[in-house]
C-alpha cells in the first residue's frame, strides 16, 4: 500500500511512518522540518528501505504541485501546534494550518487518491466545556465552540475547526473518501518539551526543588502514542468511518494533574515538594473522551496504561538528555563542508551559500540545529543605494542605512530564503550598531521585529546589541557576546586589559538575569588562551565556542 504523510517528521507522524513501514506500506513523508525534533528516531525512520522523504514547504502551492498522485492512503498531520508556539504567533498558526488544508483540498484527485486522514484537536469544542455546554466525558456530536476568538491561545482550535469543515464540505464536493481524527492528550517519546508529561518528566530529572504543577486541580485522560497509531490505522481501515469524526484517546483513566506529578516524581526517583500553580489562561478545567463510536466503528481498546506510558516515555527521554549532554553545545564556521565535525554540535551557525538543503536536512536528521548568518548593519556586496560611505576597518564591508527600505527587503528576502531552504533559525551579527551609528538603533530594532515575524516560532540569535537590551530580549532567544575575553590585535590574540574585562562581566551580569540562551565566542591561537576563555565564559553562565579570527576552525 502506498501511503503519503504530510507532516511525517513530527511526533505523530514518525510513530505512524514506523508502524506505517513495519506493516509493510511504502511510505512517502512530506515535511518542513521545521519543528521535527532532532535524533536517532527520524534519521532510523527515514533510512528505512520502503520509506521516501521530501522537503517542502506545504504552504506553498509550488510545493503541492511538485507531488505525485497515486496513493492509497493520504494523512495529513502538518501544523503548528505546541501552546508557546500558538501564543507566540497565532497569525502564524492560523495561516499555516489553513493554507495546509486549502492546497490539499485543491490537488487531491479522488480517483488518484485514496482515504484521507486529517489529524483534529479536542481544542475544537474546550470552550464548550469550560462554558458549562458541554458534558464529560464528549461525544462527538457535541456543539463545538471558541469562547474567545481574540485570545491567541484559541489560534490553534480555530485552524483545526476551519480545517474540519473544509474537508467535510470538500469531501462531499468532489467526492473522495475522509476521516476526521480528534486527539486527546496524546503523549509520548519524541513529543518536544511543549506538553504537560514530557516537560514535567524533564524538569524532574533536572531536579526542579520545588516541583511547579500549573493546573494542579485540572484533569485529563492521557493517551500513549502507540494506542493512539492504532486507533488511526483502524479508523483507516474501516469502511463505516468514511466521512466521520471520530475521538482518539484513552477514556478509561482520568488523571488529575497533581497525580501526575506525583507519577513522574516516582518514575524518575526525584523526592521534591509539589508546589500548586495556577493553570495557563485559556486551559480547560477537565478534558475525557467519550470513546463510544470509535469502539462502534472498530473495536479500538487502549491498552497502555498511564503508568507504563511514563515509563516508556521517561525511557525515551532520559536516553536522549544523555545524548544530548555529550554533544558540544554551538560552533560557529564560516567555511563549507565537514558535516561529520558540525554533527558533534548541538547549534551550528553556517554561511547560507555554502550548504545545500540536502546538507541540512542531513545535519537536521544527525540532531544539529542550523542557523543562517544574516549581516544586519552592513553590506559586502556589489554598490547598492542603501550603503554608506564608511566601510567596517576589518572586514571592509560597506556600512548601510539599517532603514533603507531597499536594505530591509533585502533582509528580509535573505531570511525568507534561509528559512525555506530549511535553516532552523537565523543568526544576525553586527548588532554593534550602537558604537557606530546609534542613532539607527530604532531602525534596527525595527528590523529585528520585522524578522521575528518572519521567522516565526524559528530560533533567533543575536550577536551583541547589548545598547539594545531589553527589547531586544522580547525578539530574540538568544544571546551572543563576541570576543568576550579575547581579542585580536592585529598580529596575533591576547586577552583583553583588565578594566575591559570587568566591564564585559559586567554586561553578562545583566544578560544572566534575562530569559536567554547565553553564548561566548573567542578567539586564541593557544591552549592557554583558550583555557583562559573557556573557564572565564563558563564562570558567567555561557556556553563558550573558540575559534580563529576567520571562523574556519571546528
Excluded at 513530527?10 to 535524533?39: E, K, M, N, P, Y
Amino acid at each position: 500500500m502506498r501511503t503519503l504523510l504530510l507532516g511525517g517528521a513530527g511526533f505523530i507522524g514518525l510513530h505512524l511512518a514506523r508502524r506505517l513501514a513495519a506493516d509493510g506500506h511504502q511510505v512517502c513523508i512530506v515535511d518542513d522540518f521545521s519543528r521535527a525534533r532532532h535524533d536517532h528516531d527520524l534519521t532510523a525512520v527515514c533510512e528505512h528501505p520502503a520509506v521516501t522523504v521530501i522537503s517542502a514547504d506545504l504552504t506553498s502551492p509550488d510545493a503541492w504541485a511538485g507531488l505525485e498522485h497515486g496513493w492509497d492512503q493520504v494523512y495529513l498531520l502538518a501544523a503548528v501546534v505546541g501552546v508557546r508556539n500558538v501564543e507566540r504567533d497565532p497569525a502564524r498558526v492560523i495561516r499555516v494550518n489553513t493554507l495546509t488544508v486549502m492546497h490539499l483540498l485543491d490537488w487531491i484527485r479522488p480517483v488518484e487518491d485514496g482515504r484521507v486522514f486529517f489529524a483534529s484537536t479536542s481544542e475544537v469544542y474546550a470552550g464548550g466545556v469550560e462554558a458549562g455546554v458541554v458534558g464529560i466525558p464528549t461525544s462527538e456530536n457535541v456543539p463545538l465552540m471558541i469562547s474567545d476568538i481574540a485570545a491567541p491561545r484559541f489560534a490553534y482550535a480555530t485552524s483545526k475547526l476551519l480545517g474540519e469543515a473544509a474537508l467535510l464540505h470538500g469531501a462531499t464536493a468532489k467526492l473522495f473518501d475522509l476521516v476526521i481524527g480528534r486527539f486527546h492528550n496524546v503523549y509520548g517519546p519524541r513529543m518536544g518539551g511543549d506538553h504537560v508529561i514530557p516537560e514535567m518528566l524533564m524538569r524532574a530529572m533536572n531536579g526542579e526543588e520545588p516541583f511547579a504543577v500549573p493546573g494542579a486541580d485540572q484533569y485529563r485522560a492521557f493517551c500513549y502514542i502507540d494506542d493512539a497509531v492504532e486507533a488511526v490505522l483502524q479508523l483507516m481501515q474501516s469502511p463505516k468511518a468514511s466521512r466521520r469524526i471520530v475521538h482518539i484517546g484513552n477514556d478509561t483513566e482520568t488523571t488529575k494533574i497533581v497525580d501526575l506529578a506525583t507519577l513522574v516524581l516516582e518514575a524518575t526517583g526525584h523526592v521534591a515538594t509539589v508546589h500548586a500553580e495556577p493553570a495557563p489562561s485559556g486551559s480547560v478545567s477537565r478534558r475525557w473522551p467519550d470513546l463510544s463510536l470509535l469502539r462502534r466503528l472498530t473495536g479500538y481498546e487502549p491498552k497502555v496504561s498511564l503508568a507504563e506510558g511514563v515509563i516508556r516515555t521517561r525511557d525515551w527521554y532520559r536516553a536522549s538528555m544523555r545524548l544530548t549532554n555529550r554533544r558540544k553545545s554551538i560552533a560557529f564556521y564560516y567555511g563549507n563542508g565537514h558535516l561529520d565535525r558540525l554533527a558533534e554540535y548541538r547549534t551550528v551557525v553556517l554561511q547560507p551559500d555554502f550548504y545545500s538543503a540536502r546538507d541540512l536536512i542531513h545535519l537536521r536528521q544527525r540532531g544539529v540545529r542550523t542557523l543562517a548568518y544574516l549581516s544586519l548593519s552592513e553590506d559586502q556586496g556589489p554598490p547598492a543605494p542603501w550603503q554608506r560611505d564608511d566601510r567596517n576597518p576589518d572586514w571592509g564591508g560597506h556600512f548601510v542605512h539599517v532603514d533603507h527600505p531597499g536594505w530591509v527587503e533585502n533582509i528580509l528576502n535573505q531570511a525568507d530564503t534561509a528559512l525555506a531552504m530549511g535553516f532552523d533559525g537565523l543568526f544576525l551579527d553586527t548588532l554593534n550598531v550602537e558604537l557606530t551609528y546609534p542613532q539607527d538603533v530604532p531602525h534596527l530594532l525595527a528590523l529585528i521585529s520585522d524578522l521575528r515575524r518572519t521567522a516565526g516560532s524559528a530560533y533567533i540569535l543575536a550577536n551583541r546589541g547589548f545598547g539594545m537590551l531589553p527589547d531586544l530580549a522580547e525578539l530574540v532567544n538568544g544571546v551572543l557576546f563576541e570576543s568576550f575575553s579575547v581579542r585580536w590585535i592585529g598580529d596575533g590574540y591576547a586577552p583583553w586589559p583588565q578594566d575591559v574585562l570587568e566591564h564585559h562581566a559586567q554586561i553578562a551580569e545583566g544578560l544572566a538575569e534575562l530569559d536567554l540562551d547565553l553564548y561566548a565566542l573567542d578567539y586564541a591561537d593557544s591552549d592557554g588562551l583558550a583555557a583562559f576563555a573557556t573557564r572565564r565564559a563558563e564562570q558567567f553562565g555561557m556556553e563558550v565556542f573558540i575559534s580563529d579570527r576567520a571562523l574556519s576552525r571546528l
